[in-house]
């Protein structure tokens, strides 16, 4: 599920109430969208909780459904985050066929993706993942050859990436002798 130039990013403060998530995704139904992650969480006021949703649209029929969602009374605000502009991670876990000789192999890939091997079993291990999009897809590729018994990801979760600025400096005078 790496960066797609169709793939837009919406996060969308909403009510945390019944039936909200129901109306969201109805409304991308109804457009004929498909949504390709969608990750939803309470905020840190407790009222209201973040959609995520990666949606695979042309710019201009995103525009008519991002003043559809804002005609729902249950959508507070509405952003779209730049691919660029963003800070984005989704997890995943992947049960891996690791038998006696291949075992130490998936393990040393686990620790160069900065993974954690959650459950241990005779024949497989379920690892868990996080990070960018990208990194994830390299690390299944990378597993796959051992054979990949099971596998899930959460949905892709965004913020904005946080504004730079400039330290400001106090001036200071040298004193004179």
Do not use: Y
Request: hydrophobic share 50%.
């Amino acid at each position: 599920m790496s960066f797609n130039a169709r793939h837009h990013i919406l996060s969308v403060l909403v009510e945390n109430k019944a039936g909200v998530l129901t109306r969201v995704a109805a409304l991308f139904s109804r457009r004929g969208f498909n949504i390709v992650s969608l990750a939803v969480s309470p905020t840190e006021d407790e009222r209201f909780s973040r959609m995520t949703i990666v949606v695979d649209a042309d710019a201009s029929p995103l525009e008519q459904i991002v003043k559809q969602l804002n005609k729902l009374i249950p959508v507070i605000k509405i952003g779209e985050i730049a691919h660029d502009e963003g800070v984005e991670r989704e997890m995943m876990m992947v049960t891996v066929k690791a038998t006696a000789e291949a075992r130490s192999q998936v393990t040393e890939l686990t620790a160069i993706f900065e993974a954690k091997i959650v459950d241990v079993g005779f024949e497989a291990m379920t690892i868990m993942v996080a990070g960018e999009p990208d990194k994830l897809d390299a690390f299944s590729d990378l597993v796959r050859p051992f054979g990949i018994v099971e596998q899930q990801r959460t949905g892709r979760i965004a913020l904005a990436k946080l504004a730079r600025q400039p330290v400001k400096l106090r001036a200071v005078r040298a004193a004179r002798a």
